[in-house]
């Protein structure tokens, strides 16, 4: 698959498929200018660049739905029908025709009014969250609603609206397949938490420390140690602060932010370990499909599966602790006397009292998730009132977890995702256990623990390049899931990894 | 000038003067974008994110041609020419007439052509500077004249070509009025110069030394300072730094960038204050304009005399020193012995032996310019051969300063500026002549040094926002100068300020 089979694939291309692949370069380069923008607005711009970017943006985004929209697009799909083209040149039309059709069904007046009703939402959400005041938000969520309602009518006027809005974010892997994983998930996860606190054990907790206060200049530099040692590669991304961390870039430049908790270090440095997950997959790419769908990352499920590769499956394991522990304690040398064991648990204990989902642990992480997307679920097919959201939230909260927030500032109005739109929670679940099931597979060809403990990350990063990264979207998610481990998408793994690990550290019986 | 005003006028304009302040409003969103872009590939951006860089910067440069020359919006300017606009909205479609017809005369295949050999010229520049062989960059040289003739001949075909270039950058100020007033300062400042080098006298100098390394995280806390102190706002700027000083932005958010010499902390402290002045000036702009000519800066000549009045008739002067030096020293306390005297003498050094434009003093700096430009028309009009540069370059050079480079690296190779165009360095020493005349302005209205001494600078950056900065590009440059100082532009003032500051400085007699 080397360069002149790649000419190959160009010569033998319709003028259609050229015209096509040229505007897809187009289009990313106008898509990585606002992600770019956006990056620089979340961690470097002055407060009062607000205005001036805002209209930047919002050019950038008409300009590029222009480019996307444009009868011309619809012509050479419509030209590319009847051409005879190879697999990949077939992926490429495939994911562009997806991205014309999910766009140009859509009215531009309802897109306008989407967009404004979401500034103003999110602004109302704020408030309400701020005032633990739900209805105040709820008029605000139920047009909301009742907008992605009709958005996902113009985009296919016969399919379920639910099942639209989830294939913004992870097209190709079907309603039925992640609900039946969150099934098992929950038959699972539920006992063993149950299980775990009926125990009583409590885990040692040596970093976390009300007296200690970790310098957070001290807290960036072990942040920048540990994607050093991981192979992040300073010619091709950056590490920053910004309050929520996130990952933006291409194949070229992949920055990554963090964020520090002052008597806590883990927490940012696994936040890192996160984020630097999602570069990885970002940086596999291949750089010369830059602007091209075989040179973009795929669905937001395969993204989080990169990220939660990184952070548990490496970052929580003991191996890494037995390499990273004397790097922690030469920046915080009070820790001297922790030993990995206690590390070890430290970074992998439960706390199924926590209601917040982004402080959740591994295990309890996921009931978070489950429950979201039954709610939401419910609400956008009409089965459930907006005003019965919150006694819905802390029902499930009490059967999931066996606790019930007090608020719903720390309920249901939690997360920002509700003043955007729905369905997007999936692919945070889907990552998990995706990453689990990668584990597997790469374990069947490397000694990953062995390589953790030499400090070899570089043949797990190469494993999933080749695996995973390398393929952009030239697979819908489902076939790459097979192409990449050899199995359909399953919670099994997830389950094996997580019973026998949380069943040694609390010393459960029958786990 | 109210709200009310603004209204009226938008009320009472034309549907196509409605359209083409909208167009006006995406093509600035445009450029402001890439310069965001621009800012953070010379700041922030990883090197290995180049290749991304480029094709969005590209793309985006193409996207905002085809928002400038498209047919719809020579067709608003058509429509306007009967219409009946008052004086500011004349002076929008002034402007954006000028800009519609500087890009739409020119093929796009002439300004591909033009743009892919600027790239090849910038390389083969920087391979000859680093090598002393101007040969190998004649021949480049010489096909940019060609492609920027033709460009000036699509532009107006009956007009002198080195003038069309010129007008890229000093639109609405004559040349011969640019010209006229570099043989006055030629004729002021050789003399003054030579008087000074035949004088002998060394001024002190005890900052720059050898001996001691001035930290560059120390370098940079001070340059904060003297920001803050000038009355930068954070919420609409920052500093970093970058290999060349410069300022990017808006009235919105306006960034600058400094550099440092380790043995010589004056250099940053310069610059710094030369940037704030670039930045006052975005800032100054009227915000409620953005996107609009009238919330636009004027021309490089007046872009300059902004940078140019704070670093040198605020910069230079003794009273700032008065006010400083105590910061300074609270810096680098080996400094506690200096005076002001010293202080102010120091930073206003002369230097004629020097070779290098950006290292030039406030003197010899004219000359440098005047060299450059007096060749550049020769080359361009076809009064000189290509090959003819470096005698001629060193030949002026002796003559205006009385010293010749020992090679092209340190002579006519120096700058960038001929790889890319011609007829750019008049903004310059025009930016010099206008401060010192905008400087006796404001010392009729205000206590200027007294106010430097009190530390008061809001004073002098609220003149300068309602002389010029809020005007934007509402008055053409020539009569902007008559405009903010009540005189057409001329060298006296800048002449009647240095002849007697050197006089005193250097104890010279005459002066």
Redesign the interface.
């Known amino acids: 698959m080397g360069a002149a089979d790649e000419t190959h694939d160009t010569d033998a291309a319709s003028d259609a498929y050229r015209a096509l692949l040229e505007r897809s370069?187009?289009l990313t380069?106008?898509q990585?200018?606002s992600m770019?923008?956006g990056w620089?607005q979340r961690v470097?711009?002055?407060?009062?660049?607000?205005?001036?970017?805002a209209?930047?943006l919002?050019?950038?985004s008409?300009?590029g739905h222009e480019l996307l929209v444009d009868d011309e697009v619809g012509g050479w799909l419509e030209e590319l029908d009847s051409v005879d083209l190879n697999e990949r040149q077939a992926a490429v039309v495939r994911e562009l025709r997806r991205e014309y059709d999910r766009s140009a069904e859509v009215p531009a007046e309802l897109v306008e009014r989407l967009a404004a009703h979401q500034a103003e939402t999110q602004q109302v959400w704020q408030e309400a969250k701020a005032a633990d005041d739900f209805e105040r938000f709820a008029p605000a969520l139920e047009e909301l609603i009742d907008l992605h309602r009709e958005r996902a009518a113009a985009i296919d006027p016969d399919a379920n609206p639910y099942r639209v809005l989830y294939e913004d974010s992870l097209p190709y892997l079907p309603l039925e397949t992640v609900e039946g994983i969150f099934d098992e998930l929950r038959e699972g996860l539920v006992p063993l938490i149950e299980t775990i606190e009926a125990g009583g054990r409590e885990l040692p907790s040596p970093f976390r420390d009300p007296e200690y206060t970790y310098d957070e200049d001290d807290q960036m530099a072990l942040s920048q140690e540990v994607v050093d040692l991981l192979g992040y590669?300073?010619?091709?991304?950056?590490l920053d602060t910004a309050p929520h961390p996130f990952m933006s870039?291409?194949?070229?430049?992949a920055?990554i932010t963090t964020r520090f908790r002052e008597h806590d270090p883990i927490d940012a440095l696994m936040a890192t370990i996160h984020e630097f997950g999602h570069a990885s997959y970002q940086l596999g790419l291949p750089?010369e499909k830059?602007?091209n769908p075989l040179g973009a990352s795929l669905s937001s499920g395969v993204h989080e599966s990169q990220s939660r590769f990184w952070e548990n499956h490496i970052g929580r394991t003991r191996a890494f602790w037995e390499l990273f522990l004397p790097t922690m304690k030469a920046q915080f040398p009070h820790l001297e006397d922790v030993t990995v064991d206690e590390a070890y648990a430290a970074v992998n204990r439960i706390y199924p009292e926590n209601l917040i989902r982004v402080e959740a642990d591994e295990l309890t992480y996921h009931l978070h998730i489950i429950l979201r997307c039954e709610i939401d679920r419910a609400f956008v097919e009409g089965d459930l009132d907006v005003a019965e959201i919150p006694e819905t939230w802390n029902g499930k909260m009490d059967d999931y977890l066996g606790v019930v927030p007090e608020t719903d500032t720390d309920g249901c109005l939690q997360d920002t995702h509700w003043s955007y739109g729905f369905a997007a929670f999936q692919g945070y679940t889907v990552g998990s256990v995706l990453a689990a099931q990668l584990d597997a597979a790469i374990r069947e060809d490397l000694d990953v623990d062995g390589l953790i403990r030499e400090g070899e990350f570089e043949p797990l990063w190469e494993w999933m390049t080749e695996h995973v990264h390398r393929h952009g979207q030239r697979y819908p998610t489902e076939e790459l899931i097979e192409v990449a481990t050899g199995e359909p998408l399953t919670a099994e793994y997830f389950l094996e990894y997580v019973e026998p690990k949380y069943g040694e550290l609390y010393d459960l019986e029958n786990y």
């Open positions: 370069e187009k380069d106008v990585m200018a770019a923008l620089d470097m711009m002055p407060g009062g660049g607000t205005p001036a970017r209209g930047q919002s050019t950038l008409g300009l590669p300073r010619e091709h991304g950056r870039g291409n194949q070229f430049d920055r750089k830059y602007g």
